[in-house]
């Protein structure tokens, strides 16, 4: 098993990409904590984990409030022992995100602390007790494709996505001496359900324009199709296996060619 016996700490758990990478993990021998704001759907994927075999602990987690981001971990390392594994998956792009002449100020701050700010809370009290363990570590960041080639209509998104690209270089460096990789997975367009609801709420949204070849309903830039959770969740267990031993400060593109196109 690529992760047996790994203490993995896994963010907006509960459903999509997340519940995915949980499974998987756990199905190759990972400690699961299914961290997540929604307990029902969290403690769902818990239940799916121990039917299969694995071993999975919830726990509430609010990523953009230290306290409870704080308590969370602390949480996880008191059940488990240590942390190994830190996966950074909580985001996403917020319903009115917009171009910079015109979005509102609330909604560019509340795109940074859903992306940025809960990487970095989480990151930080997650790095400390993979610190106090002393046997080193995985992070995973969540980048985005659009944060590397640029999109319509989503400029508050974008920008909060190419910060978690310079943290997790940064990152990467800082933390090496522990013995600690830092790396980033960045998706094209991934079909979860959030995305088909988005689309239904907002056919008319720019990120859809005819003008806006990476976000068309078909998404034809994507040379293989659409992405789906499986896998990201893949490239992910990649990253927290000793497979990737020597590889940190990377950015992991899985856009099906999109940036190529």
């Not at 726990?59 to 996880?76: I, K, M, N």
């Not at 909580?90 to 979005?103: A, E, F, L």
């Amino acid at each position: 098993m690529r992760l047996k016996d790994k203490v993995a700490f896994i963010t907006g758990a509960a459903q999509g990409i997340g519940a995915a990478a949980a499974t998987k993990f756990a199905g190759e021998g990972a400690l699961v904590v299914v961290a997540d704001i929604n307990d029902a759907l969290g403690r769902d994927t818990v239940g799916l984990i121990r039917s299969q075999g694995g071993d999975a602990l919830f726990v509430h987690c609010d990523t953009t409030q230290e306290d409870s981001v704080e308590a969370a971990v602390e949480a996880a390392v008191t059940h488990y022992g240590a942390l190994d594994i830190l996966y950074n998956n909580v985001g996403g792009s917020t319903p009115n995100d917009g171009p910079v002449t015109t979005v509102a100020m609330e909604e560019f701050w509340r795109c940074i602390k859903l992306e940025l700010l809960s990487t970095f809370l989480v990151s930080r009290h997650g790095i400390r007790a993979m610190q106090r363990a002393g046997r080193g570590g995985s992070v995973i960041n969540t980048a985005t494709y659009v944060a590397v080639i640029g999109t319509a209509g989503r400029d508050c998104y974008t920008a909060a996505k190419g910060a978690i690209i310079s943290l997790t270089k940064s990152m990467a460096v800082e933390y090496a001496p522990d013995r600690i990789r830092v790396n980033a997975v960045a998706p094209g367009a991934v079909v979860t359900q959030r995305m088909t609801d988005f689309y239904a709420k907002n056919p008319t949204h720019p990120v859809f324009a005819e003008s806006n070849r990476h976000r068309r309903p078909h998404v034809p830039s994507h040379l293989l199709g659409l992405i789906e959770t499986e896998d990201i969740a893949n490239m992910a267990l990649f990253l927290a296996s000793e497979e990737s031993r020597r590889i940190t400060g990377t950015i992991q593109l899985i856009d099906s060619g999109a940036t190529a196109s």
